[in-house]
């Protein structure tokens, strides 16, 4: 039972490997380290458009395959990394890249998330100003002298 832990230790780190390997193949890894690590480096900043949460350097999607496929054959052909970036947004659109600029047509990408937070806080300001407002939804109405004696008789017998 002495290799228990070495196995677990293994699994640890080929996992951890695994995981900073992206979904990058073998069949399009560039020959020139110099432009694989810059492909690698674009790939990273472009979102995959099946997957919208990704890059295209971790996606498995088919189309990010195309896409890192692309940015290589744009490499090779001697495309600095700004025109490879902008042979995809003319594609694509701003939506390709994972940190688009702040433009007129992105400013809801920008600040779409602030105006939800705003509203959410606006809508729960007036409903507790509203539930001030009206008393009689939090708490009880007094009870009437009747209820009071009843009450009080309740107790008694239950003690």
């Known amino acids: 039972m002495k290799s228990s832990p070495l196995i677990a230790l293994i699994i640890v780190l080929s996992t951890l490997a695994s995981l900073n390997a992206g979904a990058v193949l073998p069949d399009e890894v560039l020959a020139n380290p110099v432009l694989e690590a810059r492909a690698r480096a674009i790939s990273k900043e472009l979102r995959c458009v099946v997957c919208q949460n990704q890059s295209i350097d971790d996606s ?15 490499l090779v052909a001697g495309d600095t990394d700004g025109q490879v970036k ?27 998330p602030a105006l939800f937070l705003l509203t959410a806080f606006g809508e729960f300001a007036i409903y507790l100003r509203k539930s001030k407002t009206h008393p009689a939804i939090i708490s009880q109405p007094p009870l009437s002298d009747e209820e009071e004696a009843l009450l009080e008789r309740i107790k008694r017998d239950a003690a």
């Open 60 to 74: 498995s999607a088919p189309l990010a395959r195309d896409m890192r496929i692309l940015v290589r054959e744009r």
């Open 86 to 112: 902008a042979y995809l947004v003319e594609r694509y659109g701003n939506f390709v890249l994972l940190r688009p600029p702040v433009q007129a047509d992105t400013l809801v990408l920008w600040l779409g």
